[in-house]
């Protein structure tokens, strides 16, 4: 949650787009358009972006093979205490319990700019209890977010996939089981789907 958000009920995020490879810095953009234009040309690096707060971004995103939608989330009264340790650090008046709950509800249902649609769409869910950001980042790693087989399914999951949208366009439930369970995807049959692709 932006626990620095003002009372006022707002879009959590600003108009811009940014995107990181790292700690060293990153780049913003207007629109998502040229975002996926620049991070098209350079597919091959790691790119993390933090501001997803509409719909049509989440779907322009989603269409790209590799893309991770991450969801890092904490229980209230851990988020509260972190807000307001940080508010004293910074010198600054910490919202009460029932303020900081309201705007929690504002930033997940706002009708206008609630992100609790988009956050049930994400791949990984994690919950974060520990107050050590380094004790974070190692728990990010163990998941190996960046294996490509997370991004990219095998050819088990493949076919299988395939199989599950064929049996959903059927008329019966039985021949759906059916069609599911008996979609067994050989090698010569995954060499032959790749023969198909490359237009061989």
């Given at each position: 949650m932006t626990e620095e958000s003002t009372?006022?009920?707002?879009?959590?995020?600003?108009?811009?787009l940014a995107v990181s490879e790292d700690e060293r810095g990153g780049y913003s953009?207007?629109?998502?358009?040229?975002?996926?234009?620049?991070?098209?040309?350079?597919?091959?690096?790691r790119w993390v972006m933090?501001?997803?707060?509409?719909?049509?971004?989440?779907?322009?995103?989603?269409?790209?093979?590799?893309?991770?939608?991450v969801s890092i989330n904490a229980?209230?009264?851990?988020?509260?205490?972190?807000?307001?340790?940080?508010?004293?650090?910074?010198?600054?008046?910490?919202?009460?319990?029932?303020?900081?709950?309201?705007?929690?509800?504002?930033?997940?249902y706002h009708q206008a700019f609630g992100?609790?649609?988009?956050?049930?769409?994400?791949?990984?869910?994690?919950?974060?209890?520990?107050?050590?950001?380094q004790r974070l980042h190692e728990?990010?790693?163990?998941?190996?977010?960046?294996?490509d087989e997370r991004l990219r399914p095998n050819?088990?999951?493949?076919?299988?996939q395939l199989a599950s949208l064929a049996a959903q366009r059927s008329n019966s439930q039985v021949i759906a089981v059916r069609r599911v369970s008996s979609r067994i995807a050989t090698k010569e049959a995954a060499q032959d789907a790749m023969a198909v692709k490359e237009g061989v």
């Open positions: 009372s006022e009920a707002q879009p959590p995020y600003p108009g811009h953009f207007g629109t998502i358009d040229s975002l996926l234009d620049f991070v098209t040309k350079r597919w091959q690096e933090t501001e997803i707060w509409d719909e049509s971004i989440l779907e322009s995103l989603s269409r790209r093979p590799f893309f991770l939608l229980p209230l009264g851990l988020r509260w205490k972190r807000s307001k340790d940080r508010c004293e650090r910074n010198h600054q008046i910490a919202p009460a319990l029932e303020e900081f709950v309201r705007r929690d509800d504002d930033y997940l992100l609790a649609s988009l956050i049930d769409r994400a791949e990984v869910r994690l919950i974060n209890t520990t107050s050590c950001l728990t990010l790693d163990t998941l190996d977010l960046t294996n050819w088990d999951q493949y076919f299988m």
